[in-house]
């Protein structure tokens, strides 16, 4: 699979082209530049550093080492989020009499506030990322999907210069624990933002920060959505008392993948 994606980014062409034109040779130019992907993939470069690209909730994102790689057990977190969003929209809770108002904090390639903004037309989207080499890249992706106008961007720490009357708090934030760092695949280690994996001894250092600073964003009845491990389920559980509806939502493979939890409504 990594030889024909590189193959395809070599040609810049698409899968359909690449079978349908099997017997095709390639230029001495395009021999060097496939070949140049390939000895980066041989050192441990992800694929997608090489291209630039990675597809998620199906867009096509650009990428770089500035910003993690979006992988397919966060659009758990995307479904959550639109199942309770859908569920206010049909009388499941309290109607807002305004747009929902949302905020991806960590948002990195943007690729949450982006497939956010994406399904829920009439929502007012806020991203924020402590980085402003990966602000770039996602601003970079809203103007490419035509999504620059739907998605307000923020420099800074997690919530802090945000509004207070937020629906929605949506998260994919570093949960790796340093003591497990020897059991994360070694390209993880080498080359995404370490910043962005890891979050302390444990893995719960930024989400112990983030939760109270949610608590006070969010609208009574408002909603904190996250992305965890299997490994940090439990603590993170415990670290939502006093919360409301506290869930933990399985990926594909049964190992808890999201939390959710309602801020109360009193």
Same mark, same amino acid.
């Given at each position: 699979?990594?030889?024909?994606?590189?193959?395809?980014? #070599? $040609?810049?062409?698409?899968?359909?082209?690449?079978?349908?034109?099997? &017997?095709?040779?390639? #230029?001495? +130019?395009?021999?060097?530049?496939?070949?140049?992907?390939?000895?980066?993939?041989?050192?441990?470069?992800?694929?997608?550093?090489?291209?630039?690209?990675?597809?998620?909730?199906?867009?096509?994102?650009?990428?770089?080492?500035?910003?993690?790689?979006?992988?397919?057990?966060?659009?758990?977190?995307?479904?959550? /989020? $639109?199942?309770?969003?859908?569920?206010?929209?049909?009388?499941?809770?309290?109607?807002?009499?305004?747009?929902?108002?949302?905020?991806?904090?960590?948002?990195?390639?943007?690729?949450?506030?982006?497939?956010?903004?994406?399904?829920?037309?009439?929502?007012?989207?806020?991203?924020?990322?402590?980085?402003?080499?990966?602000?770039?890249?996602?601003?970079?992706?809203?103007?490419?999907?035509?999504?620059?106008?739907?998605?307000?961007?923020?420099?800074? +720490?997690?919530?802090?210069?945000?509004?207070? +009357?937020?629906?929605?708090?949506?998260?994919?934030?570093?949960?790796?624990? &340093?003591?497990?760092?020897?059991?994360?695949?070694?390209?993880?280690?080498?080359?995404?933002?370490? &910043?962005?994996?890891?979050?302390?001894?444990?893995?719960?250092?930024?989400?112990?920060?983030?939760?109270?600073?949610?608590?006070?964003?969010?609208?009574?009845?408002?909603?904190?959505?996250?992305?965890?491990?299997?490994?940090?389920?439990?603590?993170?559980?415990?670290?939502?008392?006093?919360? &409301?509806? /506290?869930?933990?939502?399985?990926?594909?493979?049964?190992?808890?993948?999201?939390?959710?939890?309602?801020?109360?409504?009193?």
């Amino acid at each position: 699979m990594n030889a024909e994606l590189l193959l395809r980014f #070599t $040609l810049d062409c698409d899968r359909a082209y690449l079978y349908a034109h099997s &017997e095709r040779e390639l #230029t001495a +130019d395009e021999q060097a530049r496939y070949e140049a992907a390939v000895a980066e993939r041989a050192h441990g470069v992800p694929a997608q550093y090489i291209t630039g690209h990675q597809e998620f909730w199906g867009m096509d994102l650009i990428v770089s080492p500035a910003v993690l790689i979006p992988r397919p057990e966060t659009e758990h977190v995307i479904e959550t /989020v $639109l199942s309770l969003s859908r569920s206010s929209e049909t009388g499941g809770q309290e109607c807002a009499p305004h747009a929902t108002k949302i905020v991806d904090v960590g948002t990195g390639s943007g690729c949450i506030a982006l497939a956010l903004a994406k399904e829920l037309p009439e929502a007012e989207v806020y991203a924020t990322d402590i980085s402003a080499d990966a602000l770039e890249i996602a601003q970079a992706n809203a103007a490419r999907l035509g999504l620059g106008s739907r998605v307000q961007f923020h420099q800074s +720490d997690l919530l802090q210069g945000l509004r207070s +009357d937020l629906d929605f708090v949506v998260s994919n934030p570093p949960y790796v624990g &340093e003591s497990e760092e020897d059991q994360v695949q070694l390209e993880v280690r080498r080359f995404e933002p370490r &910043e962005a994996v890891f979050a302390g001894p444990i893995g719960t250092q930024v989400i112990a920060r983030l939760i109270p600073e949610a608590r006070k964003a969010l609208r009574p009845g408002g909603w904190l959505v996250m992305e965890i491990s299997g490994t940090i389920a439990e603590r993170v559980a415990s670290l939502l008392h006093g919360w &409301e509806e /506290v869930k933990l939502i399985p990926d594909l493979q049964s190992i808890p993948r999201v939390v959710r939890a309602r801020k109360p409504r009193s």
